[in-house]
């Protein structure tokens, strides 16, 4: 299976700052990675598919790059919305499979 | 409203069996795969089955293969999970998922609001 794993585990950010997250494949997935926000009590919400493009709803301060083995997702001004868990996931193969989660907390 | 509600989740002993299901409203059930993924506390989202759209093809991660059984029925705008033999470590809140759901120029997944299943004696 393909293993994904993220960096750093927590990344502490003062609001206003940039936050970036790193996502290492264990294999080359192309494009077919997604990255994902939950906080606490909630469902996952999707914030990138296809390496880069947004999903519905997602605002332009979160952008995502990369492609074959390092993913990296950027919040360009931290607002305090954006404090939560993030997760990469993959689905160019079965299983799919998540990384094991970034924490990003208020400085 | 574009809806996903999970139900089915509970307390069951080791080696017991349970039955999640899931029920969709809102957007057009059977035009999409299907996920399960799970999360057990306080750790990270682990994918657990897909079936596709028409059932034709399902695929489960190793943790669950030969224990768990995904299966859907259209009509009734359904997903459902059979888990059997179930460990301790089976214990997660399920999240009900779709596949990726187009909307104009962009899309997103849809997901429940998860059942939590308890494996303990």
């Known amino acids: 299976e393909i293993v994904l794993t993220q960096s750093p585990a927590t990344l502490s950010v003062s609001p206003g700052e940039r936050a970036t997250l790193s996502c290492r494949v264990s294999?080359?997935?192309?494009?077919?990675l997604a990255w994902y926000q939950q906080k606490p009590g909630q469902a996952p919400r999707l914030l990138i598919y296809?390496?880069?493009a947004r999903a519905t709803g997602i605002p332009a301060r979160i952008s995502g790059s990369g492609s074959g083995t390092e993913f990296s997702l950027t919040i360009s001004s931290l607002q305090t919305e954006d404090f939560a868990v993030y997760y990469c996931?993959?689905?160019?193969?079965?299983?799919?499979?998540f990384g094991q989660g970034t924490k990003v907390e208020i400085k | 409203e574009v809806q996903l509600v999970e139900s089915g989740g509970g307390l069951v002993q080791p080696g017991g069996s349970l039955r999640l299901s899931c029920e969709a409203s809102g957007f057009t059930f059977s035009d999409y795969g299907m996920n399960w993924v799970r999360q057990a506390p306080g750790k990270g989202l682990e994918w657990v089955s897909h079936?596709?759209?028409?059932?034709?093809?399902?695929y489960y991660a190793d943790s669950v293969k030969g224990r768990f059984t995904i299966s859907r029925d259209n009509a009734r705008n359904s997903l459902y999970l059979q888990m059997n033999s179930l460990r301790a470590e089976d214990t997660a809140v399920f999240y009900c998922v779709t596949s990726f759901v187009p909307s104009g120029t962009s899309g997103t997944t849809l997901w429940g609001q998860g059942t939590l299943v308890t494996v303990s004696s």
């Open positions: 079936i596709s759209s028409s059932s034709s093809s399902t």
């Open positions: 996931q993959q689905y160019s193969n079965w299983p799919r499979t």
């Open positions: 296809n390496a880069f």
């Open positions: 294999q080359t997935v192309s494009n077919s």
